[in-house]
């Protein structure tokens, strides 16, 4: 019954992956995208990745060149450098574009494949309602890059199931007792 924190679910799954072993290089995917050609590698290169470039739902095109949503990949250097993902984001949209604020404001460059290589279908679903307060969110972001993300994640895991390609969490997100 509360709202979606798709941010702080990174997070989560970045800060328990770093207990399970040492990664050094983290995807960032949603459920809903599905890549449609084997040459988009799931790898980090030397700068954060913007992996989803061409979705099926958008026409095959990049809606703003500054999109960073959808499936990204960055190394364990720099999701530490930009501070992970904002917590600040409850709903619908905003987190993704706070994070291309941040790997921006780190000096760091977003690259991409083409789109002819990075395409993906989405899966359909209903959407979410918009959380009305992104854009002022949005707004003050740079003002809590050092002080809200990895550093002020706050979370409860509540059960664990290790399967063979994955390891899954129920977590309880925010303060807790």
Avoid at 8 to 17: D, I, K, P, R, T
Avoid at 104 to 124: F, N, V, W
Wanted: glycine share 8%.
């Amino acid at each position: 019954g509360h709202p979606f924190n798709r941010a702080s679910l990174f997070n989560v799954g970045y800060a328990e992956a770093i207990k399970i072993r040492e990664f050094d290089c983290f995807i960032f995917h949603d459920v809903d995208l599905i890549p449609e050609d084997d040459r988009n590698l799931y790898t980090c290169p030397g700068m954060p990745r913007h992996m989803s470039v061409a979705v099926d739902s958008m026409n095959y095109r990049l809606p703003y060149a500054s999109l960073f949503g959808g499936v990204c990949a960055l190394n364990k250097e720099h999701f530490q450098l930009v501070n992970g993902f904002s917590n600040e984001y409850w709903g619908w949209g905003g987190e993704d574009d706070d994070m291309s604020n941040r790997v921006k404001a780190a000096g760091l460059q977003i690259i991409r494949y083409p789109p002819d290589i990075a395409k993906y279908s989405m899966l359909r679903h209903r959407k979410e309602k918009a959380n009305p307060q992104r854009y002022e969110k949005l707004y003050s972001g740079h003002k809590r890059y050092k002080k809200d993300g990895l550093t002020s994640l706050k979370y409860k895991v509540i059960d664990t199931k290790q399967h063979k390609l994955f390891t899954w969490f129920l977590v309880q997100l925010g303060e807790v007792s």
